[in-house]
C-alpha cells in the first residue's frame, strides 16, 4: 500500500491569465496525483495535491515554476495530514 501524502500551496506571482490551473491539472494527471487547483481573489492559486510523496513533489517542482507565461514568486507550502480521498484532479472555478 502506498504512503499517501498531501501538500496545501498557495502560488503568488503572475499566476492567473495564464493557463496555470490547466497546466497543474495536466502536470498531476501526468505524476499520478490527485486533488484540485483554482484561482484565490488575491490573485493568487490554491492548490491540494495528494499521491505518493515524490510523485506530490514532482507537481511542486511544476508549481514553482508554472507554465511558460507564469512569474511565479513564491510557492507556501503545508504538508499535512491527508484527509478526504480525491478521486482525479479538477480545476475548480
Known sequence: MEDIAE???IVTGRVQGVC???ATREAALKAGVRGWVRN???RQVEAVLQ???AAVEKVLDFLRMGPPMANV???AV???TPGE???GFDVKY
Open 7 to 9: 501538500v496545501h500551496a
Open 78 to 80: 503545508s504538508w499535512r
Open 73 to 75: 514568486t513564491d510557492v
Open 20 to 22: 496555470f490551473r490547466a
Open 40 to 42: 484565490l481573489p488575491g
Open 85 to 87: 480521498a480525491y478521486r
Open 51 to 53: 499521491g505518493e510523496r
